[in-house]
């Protein structure tokens, strides 16, 4: 029976978290150090940090003459 109750409440919570994540979001991100921690994650990923360079940098325009 716990067990049941325990799958249950995590998926209720998971719902909630689902419904809330822009909130959830800010609200972990207003902590500089679980910022931090987010962003250096992410950019870990070399799909992520490819895109990201290359929005950033496009190729191609160096802006210099």
């Known amino acids: 029976m716990s067990r049941i109750l325990s799958v249950l409440m995590i998926g209720l919570g998971g719902y909630f ?12 991100f207003k902590n500089p150090f679980l910022r931090r921690i987010a962003v250096s ?22 802006g210099m003459k």
Do not use: E, W
């Open 17 to 28: 978290v689902f419904q809330y994540r822009y909130r959830v979001m800010n609200v972990l």
């Open 41 to 62: 994650s992410f950019m870990g990923i070399p799909g992520v940090r490819d895109r990201m360079m290359k929005m950033v940098f496009p190729p191609g325009a160096t």
